[in-house]
């Protein structure tokens, strides 16, 4: 797929990547996930209970979420690379978004400043986009395993997470 945008220099330069295969959870992780894993939940928006999504994690923490959750289901677990993200995130859109283009629409795929209520909210309350993943915009912030770069320049290009020469979260 075509990863990066026009949209932001961040994004940039868009560029092929070749994705292998991966699964992703269909939503973020919720905070009843977080606390049977990790035994507290961190998060300060808790008005949907264990429905809401965790946040209020560092990748540090996220990172050691994936190594207590792996260690209890005898399955490896880890952080998408950047690339896995945006490749489900966009599920085969061209678009800026993964329903296309039209901002009108953004309201039924997506918690933002303009509906949220200046909160989090439940998981899976709004469209999914075309590949059943849920919040795949707005919501909660999601981190991936690659390290932070300013820009695309000299990203992978095998869908691997970018873990030299930039700065970690």
Same mark, same amino acid.
């Given at each position: !797929?075509?990863?990066?945008?026009? =949209?932001?220099?961040?994004?940039?330069?868009? $560029?092929?990547?070749?994705?292998?295969? !991966?699964?992703? %959870?269909?939503?973020?992780?919720?905070? +009843?996930?977080?606390?049977?894993?990790?035994?507290?939940?961190?998060?300060? !928006?808790?008005?949907?209970?264990?429905?809401?999504?965790?946040?209020?994690?560092?990748?540090?923490?996220?990172? =050691?979420?994936?190594?207590?959750? &792996?260690?209890?289901?005898?399955?490896?677990?880890?952080?998408?690379?950047?690339?896995?993200?945006?490749? %489900?995130?966009?599920?085969?859109?061209?678009?800026?978004? &993964?329903?296309?283009?039209? =901002?009108?629409?953004?309201?039924?795929?997506? *918690? !933002?400043?303009? #509906?949220?209520? #200046?909160?989090?909210?439940?998981?899976?309350?709004?469209?999914?986009?075309?590949?059943?993943?849920?919040?795949? $915009? +707005? #919501?909660?912030?999601? *981190?991936?395993?690659d390290v932070y770069h300013e820009?695309?320049?000299?990203?992978?290009?095998?869908? &691997?997470a970018w873990m030299s020469g930039?700065?970690?979260?």
């Amino acid at each position: !797929f075509e990863m990066g945008s026009t =949209e932001s220099k961040e994004e940039q330069p868009i $560029h092929h990547v070749a994705i292998g295969g !991966f699964l992703l %959870a269909r939503t973020e992780i919720t905070q +009843g996930q977080w606390r049977a894993v990790m035994g507290s939940n961190p998060s300060h !928006f808790g008005q949907c209970g264990d429905d809401c999504p965790v946040e209020s994690v560092s990748w540090d923490d996220a990172q =050691e979420y994936a190594k207590r959750l &792996s260690q209890k289901t005898g399955k490896t677990y880890r952080l998408p690379s950047e690339a896995e993200w945006e490749y %489900a995130a966009r599920a085969g859109s061209r678009g800026q978004w &993964s329903f296309g283009d039209n =901002e009108s629409q953004l309201g039924q795929y997506a *918690w !933002f400043d303009a #509906n949220n209520a #200046n909160k989090t909210q439940p998981v899976a309350q709004k469209k999914p986009n075309v590949v059943g993943l849920y919040d795949m $915009h +707005g #919501n909660v912030a999601e *981190w991936v395993q690659d390290v932070y770069h300013e820009n695309y320049q000299g990203a992978p290009s095998d869908g &691997s997470a970018w873990m030299s020469g930039g700065d970690q979260a």
